[in-house]
């Protein structure tokens, strides 16, 4: 191996390689690990940590980049890797291309809109996971879950996350998820996750058909997929992105021991506010026991008062009737006059009322020489065209009548 290193290094070193990066790592010693790649085939990478920190850029998965380094052969392997001493961006790579395109159509269609972003229910009370079963994403949200809430049901529908037929299958599994919701109210919250990994590995995610899917979801739907630094179109589409699949479900999953503190906290308020309850009832008890004191007390009481109130009674209504005792005499006193001035106030009235009537009297006029006829009714003449000739008429005069006949 050492012999073909060497042959490389005098042949070819050094070198300069343009290609698109794909599976991007950096370790905790800074040591970047990854690969490049074009339409005829790849070449593993290993850049050391002092040409890592010299970057001035920071690599991801899909960016078209240009490296300059040594060929060499890693001897546990006998892999041929790129020592990379220099590396500098050299534009979008075709499968990023292809991501940013896709994003923007979709953007603009509105699939991303954040106004149709959903809250998540604070108690949900059971959780759909959609992941492949031999995933490590699937046991880091089992972990967290049965850590967190352990009282919860999860469903796991199961789908492959990876390779051409994932994106069918994760469809298949939503459609699944979100038909046991509709019928069986399961699943209030749904975690679509998968670990990291390079663009192709995690572009099953970034599919139209996935993405469209994700959307339709009647429930809320976080997205966990890969690392904290990898995006997918369904992290856009999803309500709500968790950096890494663990951390999905810890979003949907408040701590166990954080409901713990918060139903002690209830109890302590709930056990303030009873016993100031009992508190102040106890204080108006006592308030009213002291108004009410001992019986025999109030009876006492009652009585003076009853006393009282008949004594009152009694002055009342002996002065009401001595009032209307002097009130009699007073009217006895001033009722015989009263008598005798409205009895001579009548007669006076009626000797007006009779001369009057003197005055209308037809005898008065009978006195002076007038004569009132009548016919054989009774009823007066007093015009001469009444009379028919031979008619008999009567002449009331002022001693009497006399009876007489019309000649014309």
Same mark, same amino acid.
């Given at each position: 191996? @050492?012999?073909?290193?060497?042959?490389?290094?005098?042949?070819?070193?050094?070198?300069?390689?343009?290609?698109?990066?794909?599976?991007?790592?950096?370790? %905790?010693?800074?040591?970047?690990?990854?690969?490049?790649?074009?339409?005829?085939?790849?070449?593993?990478?290993?850049?050391?940590?002092?040409?890592?920190? @010299?970057?001035?850029?920071?690599?991801? =998965?899909?960016?078209?980049? +240009?490296?300059?380094?040594?060929? =060499?052969?890693? !001897?546990?392997? !006998?892999?041929? @890797?790129?020592?990379?001493?220099?590396?500098?961006?050299?534009?979008?790579?075709?499968?990023?291309?292809?991501?940013?395109?896709?994003?923007?159509?979709?953007?603009?269609?509105?699939?991303?809109?954040?106004?149709?972003?959903?809250?998540?229910?604070?108690?949900?009370?059971?959780?759909?996971?959609? $992941?492949?079963?031999?995933?490590?994403?699937?046991?880091?949200?089992? $972990?967290?879950? /049965? /850590?967190?809430?352990?009282?919860?049901?999860?469903?796991?529908?199961?789908?492959?996350? +990876?390779? %051409?037929?994932?994106?069918?299958?994760?469809?298949? %599994?939503?459609?699944?998820?979100?038909?046991?919701?509709?019928?069986?109210?399961? !699943?209030?919250?749904?975690?679509?996750?998968?670990?990291?990994?390079?663009?192709?590995?995690?572009?099953?995610?970034?599919?139209?058909?996935?993405?469209?899917?994700?959307?339709?979801?009647?429930?809320?739907?976080?997205?966990?997929?890969?690392?904290?630094?990898?995006?997918?179109?369904?992290?856009?589409?999803?309500?709500?992105?968790?950096?890494?699949?663990?951390?999905?479900?810890?979003?949907?999953?408040?701590?166990?021991?954080?409901?713990?503190?918060?139903?002690? +906290?209830?109890?302590?308020?709930?056990?303030?506010?009873?016993?100031?309850?009992? =508190?102040?009832?106890?204080?108006?008890?006592?308030?009213?026991?002291? /108004?009410?004191?001992?019986?025999?007390?109030?009876?006492?009481?009652?009585?003076?008062?009853?006393?009282?109130?008949?004594?009152?009674?009694?002055?009342?209504?002996?002065?009401?009737?001595?009032?209307?005792?002097?009130?009699?005499?007073?009217?006895?006193?001033?009722?015989?006059?009263?008598?005798?001035?409205?009895?001579?106030?009548?007669?006076?009235?009626?000797?007006?009322?009779?001369?009057?009537?003197?005055?209308?009297?037809?005898?008065?006029?009978?006195?002076?020489?007038? $004569?009132?006829?009548?016919?054989?009714?009774?009823?007066?003449?007093?015009?001469?065209?009444?009379? @028919?000739?031979?008619?008999?008429? $009567? %002449?009331?005069?002022? =001693?009497?009548?006399?009876?007489?006949?019309?000649?014309?």
């Amino acid at each position: 191996m @050492q012999a073909i290193a060497d042959a490389l290094s005098v042949r070819f070193n050094p070198v300069a390689v343009r290609g698109e990066v794909s599976g991007f790592s950096r370790a %905790a010693s800074g040591h970047c690990y990854f690969s490049l790649k074009d339409e005829s085939g790849q070449l593993r990478c290993a850049m050391f940590r002092r040409a890592a920190d @010299q970057l001035q850029f920071v690599p991801r =998965d899909g960016l078209l980049v +240009q490296a300059q380094g040594r060929l =060499d052969v890693y !001897g546990p392997r !006998g892999d041929l @890797q790129l020592i990379v001493d220099g590396l500098k961006p050299a534009g979008q790579g075709a499968l990023f291309e292809q991501f940013v395109r896709l994003k923007a159509r979709l953007e603009a269609e509105g699939l991303f809109d954040p106004q149709r972003k959903r809250q998540l229910p604070p108690e949900p009370r059971s959780i759909a996971v959609v $992941t492949s079963l031999g995933a490590a994403a699937l046991r880091d949200v089992v $972990t967290a879950l /049965r /850590r967190r809430v352990p009282h919860i049901p999860v469903r796991v529908h199961p789908a492959s996350v +990876q390779g %051409a037929q994932a994106p069918q299958e994760i469809c298949r %599994a939503l459609e699944q998820a979100y038909q046991r919701f509709r019928d069986l109210d399961e !699943g209030q919250v749904l975690l679509l996750v998968r670990g990291g990994g390079s663009l192709e590995d995690l572009w099953a995610f970034n599919d139209e058909s996935v993405v469209r899917t994700v959307v339709r979801a009647p429930m809320p739907v976080i997205c966990g997929v890969g690392h904290e630094t990898d995006f997918t179109l369904s992290d856009f589409a999803a309500d709500l992105r968790a950096p890494t699949p663990t951390a999905a479900a810890e979003l949907c999953a408040p701590p166990r021991q954080q409901r713990l503190d918060e139903l002690d +906290q209830l109890e302590t308020d709930l056990r303030g506010v009873v016993w100031r309850g009992l =508190d102040l009832r106890s204080q108006r008890l006592d308030r009213l026991a002291q /108004r009410l004191g001992r019986p025999s007390s109030r009876l006492h009481d009652s009585s003076q008062r009853l006393s009282t109130l008949q004594h009152r009674l009694t002055s009342a209504v002996r002065l009401r009737q001595q009032r209307h005792a002097m009130q009699l005499e007073r009217l006895s006193a001033t009722l015989p006059q009263a008598v005798g001035r409205a009895l001579s106030s009548q007669a006076q009235r009626l000797e007006r009322c009779g001369a009057a009537l003197g005055l209308l009297d037809p005898t008065l006029v009978l006195e002076r020489g007038y $004569t009132l006829l009548t016919d054989r009714e009774g009823r007066a003449i007093t015009r001469a065209e009444q009379i @028919q000739p031979g008619q008999l008429v $009567t %002449a009331r005069l002022a =001693d009497g009548s006399v009876g007489l006949t019309a000649d014309r």
